[in-house]
């Protein structure tokens, strides 16, 4: 209000500044929302250029490795090229895949990328509550930004993303059909979380991954079955022909390393008699009759293979005491040697670098009953 008495021409003055100023501030106020508004719009275009270079980076990556694992065969390849696709479309420090063990709800790693240990066929994952459990039961993709601390998860592989320094950890499905085939794993060393398009990108991936991975283990088994076919008939060959005794077991060691880990070969006699065992024939030093409680007689016990990827832990749960000659290898397989319903020995492969599969328990199981057909006739010839 103005003060009373106030001259006309001053009243008029200060009408004019209050005027002016109401002005100044509507321009400001509209300079402001100007300056909101490109500000918007300029975020909102870099953002929808991101996204037109991210799907152009996408498409690419997806394109060309694509093609690159459709045009292999090699099981080896296929898997290098999808870990390495999958961290060029997110950036991840480390990346593995694990693929599941014929016959089982197991998942074995294959490959992997980024990591500082030698993790390649030595962890097993799909059971408890770890990440792999998760992804086997919803065929999801999950993630969390911190491993080691996260609640939801089970310690069993704490030790493994400890030393490797894995915080952030998304672990994605790789399916056929309905099935869970492999999984692909991808950490970062911080807390750098994964995007819901890291989980899209990374999952169209693996939805070509399956079907490449599966042809390339396809192929590898068919030449597995080949080879094996061509070393059953060199070994039946030296089994039933006119090798003497001593020298049969050395023939068959370099046959038996053409399809598996042979390098730590044990071949034992078992006599009813003497309720003992005797050394056949060993690919290095390092057994004596006094190791007849190892693994070796828990599978004269139960007349059925074992095959274990922990041969300590399998040994500390069925109470036997391993046998020095393992001493340093994880992994380990027996069958027993039987014919005409008669146990005449066992056969056990040890190795330090993979474990031993169903196929390879085929094959030894194989080996072991020509074997012990060729045991049971010494009083023939």
């Not at 190791?291 to 059925?304: I, K």
Request: hydrophobic share 40%.
């Amino acid at each position: 209000m103005d003060p009373p008495g106030l001259h006309p021409t001053r009243k008029l003055a200060v009408e004019n500044e209050r005027l002016r100023l109401r002005i100044e501030a509507l321009e400001r106020l509209a300079a402001e929302s100007r300056l909101a508004e490109e500000a918007r719009r300029e975020t909102e275009e870099r953002g929808r250029r991101g996204a037109e270079e991210r799907r152009r980076h996408e498409a690419d990556v997806l394109g060309r490795v694509t093609s690159e694992i459709n045009a292999s065969l090699n099981l080896d390849t296929v898997l290098q090229r999808v870990a390495e696709g999958a961290r060029e479309l997110c950036g991840a420090d480390v990346v593995g895949v694990a693929l599941r063990e014929t016959g089982s709800e197991t998942m074995v790693f294959r490959y992997w990328s980024g990591a500082r240990g030698d993790t390649n066929d030595s962890l097993r994952v799909g059971e408890g509550t770890g990440l792999a459990a998760r992804v086997l039961k919803t065929r999801r993709t999950v993630g969390t930004a911190g491993y080691s601390s996260d609640p939801r998860i089970s310690r069993d592989y704490v030790e493994v993303a400890d030393r490797e320094t894995i915080t952030a950890l998304m672990a994605v499905p790789i399916l056929l059909g309905s099935r869970v085939e492999g999984i692909l794993y991808l950490g970062n060393h911080t807390a750098r979380l994964f995007t819901e398009a890291d989980e899209t990108s990374v999952q169209r991936l693996a939805d070509h991954a399956g079907v490449a991975i599966q042809n390339a283990r396809q192929f590898r088994g068919h030449v597995r079955r080949q080879e094996e076919l061509a070393v059953l008939y060199e070994i039946t060959r030296a089994v039933t022909g006119p090798l003497p005794d001593e020298a049969l077991m050395p023939a068959l060691h370099p046959l038996l390393g053409r399809l598996l880990d042979a390098r730590h070969l044990l071949a034992l006699g078992w006599s009813e008699e003497r309720r003992a065992f005797s050394l056949l024939w060993a690919s290095g030093p390092g057994w004596t009759p006094a190791d007849n409680a190892g693994l070796e007689g828990r599978v004269l016990e139960t007349q059925q293979p074992l095959r274990t990827a922990d041969y300590l832990a399998t040994c500390a749960a069925e109470g036997r005491a391993p046998v020095p000659y393992a001493r340093g290898l994880r992994y380990a397989l027996t069958v027993p040697m039987r014919a005409a319903g008669r146990t005449t020995g066992v056969l056990s492969l040890w190795s330090g670098e993979r474990p031993y599969s169903r196929a390879d328990e085929e094959m030894m199981g194989t080996v072991a009953a020509l074997l012990a057909l060729r045991l049971t006739r010494p009083s023939e010839r």
